[in-house]
T-cell receptor, first 114, second 115 residues
Framework: DAKTTQPPSMDCAEGRAANLPCNHSTISGNEYVYWYRQIHSQGPQYIIHGLKNNETNEMASLIITEDRKSSTLILPHATLRDTAVYYC???????????????FGQGTILTVHP | GAGVSQSPSNKVTEKGKDVELRCDPI?????LYWYRQRLGQGLEFLIYFQGNSAPDKSGLPSDRFSAERTGESVSTLTIQRTQQEDSAVYLC?????????????FGPGTRLTVT
């Protein structure tokens, strides 16, 4: 799986949009971009994923650049409960046990303050 | 429905003892994963089960680590002759399987402390 690079930490004011960048310049054509987050003392939680089109769900939006070398996770109205470590993961598509695991980096610690 | 459950939630053991950690995946999920998270670190993949396929054991750090899964149900992770460096939170996740793209649902983890 391709390597990802994220800033180690970011701050955001409550109610504002949080924009978390991720660089994945070595991504290949069959690799998806996934975002998970981990709130303190809990297991990771899936947020969103995409291949090349922008995606939106009830939690967040994912913007992937046209060359797919970077992406941004957007939390449109951050709350204090969004304080967590956010992981950007690139994952290859395919069946069988060669393709299932997630490779977590260090992630971005997002702190939402009042 | 119920999420992924793990037991025990905390385990303290003496160096050299064996431990067994249990994971109950979400019903109907054919894929099951074990990860380890040391204090202040990201998650490390350990092992992945998908249906009746041979498991991906590529992440197991040594032969002291093993895991089994009963059909598409419960899994146990066994650590033999525990060492202090085995202290970590052990996380289990399950997913609907298939292409490997389905989102993984994580349990709360088992915090293992080796004294």
């Amino acid at each position: 799986d391709a390597k990802t690079t994220q800033p180690p930490s970011m701050d955001c004011a409550e109610g504002r949009a949080a924009n978390l960048p991720c660089n994945h310049s070595t991504i290949s054509g069959n690799e998806y971009v996934y975002w998970y987050r981990q709130i303190h003392s809990q297991g990771p939680q899936y947020i969103i994923h995409g291949l090349k089109n922008n995606e939106t769900n009830e939690m967040a939006s994912l913007i992937i650049t046209e060359d797919r070398k970077s992406s941004t996770l957007i939390l449109p109205h951050a709350t204090l409960r969004d304080t967590a470590v956010y992981y950007c993961i690139v994952r290859v598509a395919g069946g069988g046990t060669s393709y299932g695991k997630l490779t977590f980096g260090q992630g971005t610690i997002l702190t939402v303050h009042p | 429905g119920a999420g992924v459950s793990q037991s025990p939630s905390n385990k303290v053991t003496e160096k050299g003892k064996d431990v067994e950690l249990r994971c109950d995946p979400i019903s109907g999920h054919t894929a099951l994963y074990w990860y380890r998270q040391r204090l202040g670190q990201g998650l490390e993949f350990l092992i992945y089960f998908q249906g009746n396929s041979a498991p991906d054991k590529s992440g197991l750090p040594s032969d002291r680590f093993s895991a089994e899964r009963t059909g598409e149900s419960v899994s146990t992770l066994t650590i033999q002759r525990t060492q202090q460096e085995d202290s970590a939170v052990y996380l289990c996740a399950s997913s609907r399987g298939g292409t490997g793209l389905n989102e993984q649902y994580f349990g709360p983890g088992t915090r293992l402390t080796v004294t």
